[in-house]
């Protein structure tokens, strides 16, 4: 008979402070962060160094802790610097970087002795070896490539201590990550300078040259009849139905992607995978997967999900083709500031427009959930009013049950 | 010293691409090695490792796969039977290979090349100092990063000078999952078969795609050819050359190769003038196959313009 089992990390993205502490009061083990250089989200809200610092004291103080992504392949003019810039990350109390790049992997152990370093998905491991390999170099854990399965893992650990993390949820490459070139030479940006360009969601035209380089197009045609072109992109990934496969297998951290996803995102991912994982750890002889965790997932879906790689080799129903389904989209309305028990008043601090009449959803850490219409609504100066325009706008309205400070409020966005 | 690596897909190619004045050639089956012209049997590469030291030449054997579980097992015996056929040289790209030929102790030296990730001198020196006695430099490192990369590097770097450059490298059957959702069968995707995409607004490109047991595999627009460019190459001290006959005719590959070995015979004499290039690169865009375009892809480069 099963009982509670080692408890694996859930790992989870943050673009900015206000983020990881989401992340954090949301359930997460740890978030991963970017500083201002080095790392591949160049568009995401990169920490200086003194943010890093309150974040990870923030972290600390919550249990939780705070990497630094890094991983970044180096180029000669990118070197100069980086041995400054893991000192720093070091003495901002980080609990480790994630790197790809050999070389700056040596800078982090060499140059800032004590700052543990992760291997990144960048650097596409797959086997055993491989991971030893990097464990005897000194790091303290490996990210795996997104195309190494459950069966694989299980093989892994059998040769291997090093502590391994893989990817559970969010946007995949179509490719082997950092193996892929596309975006330099179709946009001239680095894919692995933080300037991908996404190159592999573009629809292109599939040809031959048969009869001495004469074009010839080979057009399919979809299920609908209509023309498809080629494409390479992926959709994403959710391992939230296999929570047991990943723990079993020895999967030591679950990482979700998506430093440049929303609030909403962190908060709702964050909260569902802490909840599967802290249930099957607590009780994995009596675990079962709560369908509204799914459903959960499916309201901060932007694509449809797939296992990627876990349980075999990705078919075209892994790969978006053709018309998309239509996904719920819900938008992030608001945070709860207060709840008044006695005048069943809560109060809301705006952050997408809403107002009477809307569907609602109160949701909080520990996976609490409470619906409800918006049936009245009052401004800061107690005035009615049918809507909240203003971004950052504090109203009050009823909430027939209690919520807490900090818990989120969406709505269904309508179409 | 320099040299003059090419690829091989058969023993008469063999014996042809070393006539025409290549040093060392670079073969290996597909379950290890990447993107080769040729899955030789171990039979094949045996009796071409004989002919290249017949000749006095090397062999460096692929190795350089992304290695999963199962073929990683396998890596351990295939070092033992490339030693003992007494080859010259792996390209290693997965650090997890490394590994297993460091446990075995054979007289057998590796060639670090993972494609487009090796971009710096001291991601080169780290590889050196884990005992790689060359690596090949990433195809999107512009001249000018070569510059000041030649002046730090502790071991020979291999710059590719002809050849099909890869761009992309993917776990899935992408043309298979095309073909199947499209239910109009493509009646093969390998690399024979001869397929490329176009990118969006820009019909004129053309870059190749297939499908091994590696993966898919797409490549840049044009091969690159930098023959023109070689002086600079040649001045600073990157002299290992490799010519890459993936998607070149087999037949007349090895006229590039001489093309290419007179050009490299004209810089060691001190002799190599612009007009002498040019002609030899006539002789190498005419042998290209059609369809193909040559570039010199990111040797001009300004580093500044890669955002």
Redesign the interface.
Known sequence: MLTAVKHPEVLAPAGTPEKLKVAIDYGADAVYIGGDAYGLRSRAGNFSFAEMKSGADYAHQHGAKVYVAANIVAHEQNLAGAGSFYRQVRDAGIDAVIVSDPSLIETAITEAPGLKVHLSTQASATNYETLNFWQNEGLERVVLAREVGIAEIKEMRQHTDVQIEAFVHGAMCIGYSGRCVLSNHLSLRDANRGGCAQNCRWKYDLFDLPDLGQKRELVGHGPDGKAEKFSMSAVDMSMIEHIPDLVEAGVDSLKIEGRMKTVHYVSTVANVYSTAVRKYCADPANYQLDPAWVDELWKVAQRELSTGFYYGTPNEEFQLFGQRRRLPHYAFVGEVLAYDAATRQVTVQQRNNFGIGDQIEFYGPNFSHHTQAVTDLFDEDDQAIDRAPHAMQVVHFTCAQPVQPGDFVRAQARH | MSELVTTVSSYQQAAAVIAAGADRLYLGEDEFGLRLPHSFAREELAAIVTLAHQEQKKVTVAANA????D??AKIDEYFRFLAAIGVDEVSIG???????LRRAQLNLPYLYDA???V?????I???GKHGAHAAVLAH??PYQ?MM??SQKVTIPVEVTVYGAIV??????????????????H?DRTDRQ????????HH?ET?YS?YEDRN?TH?F??NDLDLLPDLPKLWDLGLRRWKLDGLFADEATFPQVVAAFAQARALLAAGTATAADLAVLDQTVQQLQP??RGLDNG?FD?D?D???
Do not use: C, M
Request: proline share 7%.
């Open positions: 992304i290695f999963h579980n073929r990683i997965d650090p997890g290979a490394i590994n297993v494609a487009d990730l971009t710096s001198s001291r991601q020196n780290f590889w999107e490192v990063e000041p990369l761009i992309h490298q993917s776990g899935r059957p992408l043309l298979d999952n095309y073909s199947n959702f499209v239910q109009e493509l078969r001869g397929l490329f995409i176009a990118t969006p019909d053309h795609i993966g797409i840049a627009n059609a369809g990111f480069l580093p313009e890669v955002k």
